[in-house]
């Protein structure tokens, strides 16, 4: 088994959150002068894992400044509540969209729960706790704040999700991207070249909007981006056209779909295994269904909710 940490350039630790399966999904604690900000938080069961490195570190609970939550989707947010409940001295910096569902997550909860179920989600999430409002940070857009004396700045990015923003690292010229700049497991990896896609997650997906997200994080010209699914990638003006076009690709097949009534399913899994093997990718097919089932499903459930919005 893959180890649960990385320790990144810049005094960034990469953490695998363990949800779902090693390798999904990933948060970050940046560290200055002993002061921690946690980016993305996982589910309930990362919370012991962050407070081991905190202590592999030397450092504590007591040491966290800021829990930031790229968005509120409960793999990036999931376990808020319990990390605040941990880390006293935290606030919670969440987008303007977010912050409701993190002091009251009562209908996160509810449309989870729809999704997996009352015991899936207790078993891929856990429990998951509302934040005192007097700890959160309603963050605007170009919001900055310091970690110890690390410069971070928040930039709005809707198009994934209407509560997404990502976060900018002045030191490590870095964003924290979320979602907003696609998934790329490091499994499909070919000669250091990543395979991107952009998750169209139900139910706020909105291509237009996530085009311009992704121009707006390159005019800060960033040279790295780390993402939450999974890991830090380098050279981001590598894959902004390749994400443009498989935005544009996948809003293409949902409307192609909806006029013809073939299968959207049928369609995207073909768009994505031809892209993979444009890539180069020679894994065989049981374990890229292994590494890929999870995000095609919500793809293309993403995918025929935005469609019904079209209307
Ligand atoms: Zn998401």
């Not at 939550?69 to 303007?96: E, F, R, S, Y």
Request: proline fraction near 5%; hydrophobic fraction near 40%.
């Amino acid at each position: 088994m893959p180890s649960i940490t990385k320790q990144l350039k810049y005094n960034i630790t990469q953490v695998d959150t363990g949800y779902l399966r090693p390798g999904l999904a990933a948060c970050y604690l940046l560290i200055d002068h002993d002061r921690v900000a946690i980016i993305d938080t996982g589910v309930e069961h990362t919370v012991p894992r962050i407070q081991q490195v905190l202590k592999e570190q030397g450092l504590s609970d007591d040491n966290v400044d800021y829990v930031v939550p790229t968005h509120v989707h409960l793999d990036h947010a999931g376990g808020a509540g319990k990390l605040m409940a941990v880390c006293q001295n935290a606030q919670l910096v969440i987008h303007p969209f977010g912050s409701r569902h993190m002091i009251d997550p009562s209908k996160l909860i509810a449309g989870a729960q729809a999704v997996y179920g009352v015991q899936g989600l207790r078993d891929s999430v856990g429990e998951i706790f509302p934040v005192d409002a007097e700890r959160v940070i309603v963050a605007e857009d170009l919001f900055r704040f310091t970690v110890g004396t690390r410069e971070l700045q928040i930039v709005d990015t809707p198009g994934h999700a209407r509560h997404h923003f990502c976060v900018w690292d002045e030191m490590s010229k870095g964003f924290f991207t979320g979602d907003t700049f696609g998934i790329a497991y490091p499994e499909l990896d070919v000669e250091e070249r990543s395979f991107i896609f952009p998750p169209s997650t139900p139910v706020q997906f909105d291509p237009t909007a996530w085009l311009a997200s992704i121009d707006r994080l390159m005019a800060w010209h960033p040279e790295r981006m780390y993402l939450t699914h999974f890991g830090q990638l380098d050279n981001p003006v590598l894959y902004m056209n390749t994400l443009h076009r498989m935005i544009d690709d996948l809003a293409s097949l949902a409307l192609e779909s909806a006029h013809s009534g073939d299968s959207l399913g049928a369609a995207v899994e073909q768009y994505i295994l031809q892209k993979l093997s444009e890539h180069g990718c020679q894994l065989d097919e049981e374990r890229v269904k292994q590494l890929l089932d999870l995000d095609l499903d919500i793809i293309v459930q993403g995918l025929k909710v935005w469609i019904s919005r079209q209307n």
